[in-house]
């Protein structure tokens, strides 16, 4: 009864009600009846500009977008899926107080993400990188996608444009950060490259949209992929999920955290106190000073904590000393591991 009277309640929260909700409450709100519009949202003055800057260039080509959960252009797709949480106000209050940062969250940021995820859609849209020179320039994109690269940080062979030296992750995003610099207005890349190597890539896209002006795109499909308006999930469950993946994902630093902090038990010796037996007992006092500490949500410090859990029972973990000494360790180790997420999320961009 009480999970169908939490739907009903669901149900009822209108669009323009929401806005107004505590964020305890909106986190239950399910993303597909936020009932977001791109066109009427603070968004589509900036895919006005990013459609002129492609006018101004003398490419026909527009893409297609819509909101989905994060920045992507997908393959076979010639189209920008944008976070929905840019296109209110509200959302991205949220989503900075539980992830610290919002991606595209300036004007300046933003234009420079659409611009590079143009890149991606126009590759798709004219099937540029099946052109021999294309290959020859920016490498075969067949190359299987990276779960992570350690870029060479005084490298002229790339541009530098998003961040994390991100061309070099891979060929394609290579070509899209390359376009997105040649793209921008009033652009000096000529001068700003001048003796890198990676001025070579820029006079190329120059050559390639010459060739393009004008051209219809023989790619024009208008497909959403993973549209807001088709996740029933709440948002709640969407922000579990992502900061348990950026966590999760330093899974061996973790442990090797929890190891220090804690103990496992030794063959033959009494059974001391578990780590996760104590964490729970103490979890709300716990869960609201290290929030204070790092200025974070208690939302955040919540889904460290039960990751922590979840690998101390597993493993076995043990307290070092009392009960009574273990609150401030356990509280450093929290602070640690919590830290290693927002380390994680700092200037990331979706490959």
């Given at each position: ?279 729970r007992s103490a979890k709300a ?17 919540h889904q460290v904590m039960r ?45």
């Amino acid at each position: 009864m009480a999970s169908m009277r939490i739907r009903s309640e669901r149900r009822r929260v209108r669009a323009s009600a929401w806005a107004r909700l505590p964020d305890e409450e909106l986190l239950q709100v399910r993303l597909c009846d936020l009932r977001l519009e791109l066109t009427r949202s603070p968004l589509q003055p900036f895919i006005r500009r990013l459609h002129g800057e492609l006018a101004h260039a003398g490419i026909t080509f527009r893409p297609h977008c819509w909101l989905a959960e994060e920045w992507f252009s997908p393959d076979g797709v010639p189209g920008i899926a944008v976070p929905f949480y840019l296109a209110h106000p509200r959302l991205r209050r949220l989503e900075r107080r539980i992830m610290r940062e919002v991606e595209g969250g300036n004007a300046n940021w933003l234009m420079r993400i659409l611009r590079h995820e143009a890149g991606h859609a126009l590759d798709t849209a004219f099937r540029l990188r099946r052109r021999r020179r294309w290959r020859e320039v920016f490498g075969p994109a067949s190359l299987p996608y990276p779960d992570s690269y350690r870029p060479r940080a005084g490298s002229r062979r790339y541009v530098q444009h998003l961040g994390a030296w991100y061309a070099q992750s891979h060929p394609t995003e290579d070509f899209a950060e390359t376009f997105a610099v040649w793209l921008q207005p009033s652009t000096s890349w000529r001068r700003t490259y001048r003796e890198w190597p990676a001025l070579g890539k820029l006079r190329y896209v120059e050559e390639l949209m010459t060739d393009l002006r004008g051209q219809r795109p023989p790619v024009r499909v208008r497909q959403t992929v993973e549209p807001i308006t088709a996740d029933r999930r709440t948002l709640g469950e969407f922000y579990r999920a992502r900061l348990q993946r950026q966590v999760a994902g330093r899974a061996r630093d973790v442990d090797e955290m929890l190891r220090r902090a804690f103990r496992t038990p030794q063959a033959g010796e009494r059974p001391g106190v578990r780590a996760g037996t104590y964490i729970r007992s103490a979890k709300a006092q716990i869960r609201r000073s290290v929030a204070l500490r790092l200025d974070v949500s208690e939302y955040l410090v919540h889904q460290v904590m039960r990751l922590v859990l979840h690998r101390s029972d597993q493993l076995g973990l043990l307290l070092r000393g009392s009960r009574r000494d273990a609150r401030a360790p356990v509280e450093r180790l929290l602070v640690r591991v919590a830290r290693l997420h927002l380390d994680g999320s700092a200037g990331r961009h979706t490959l």
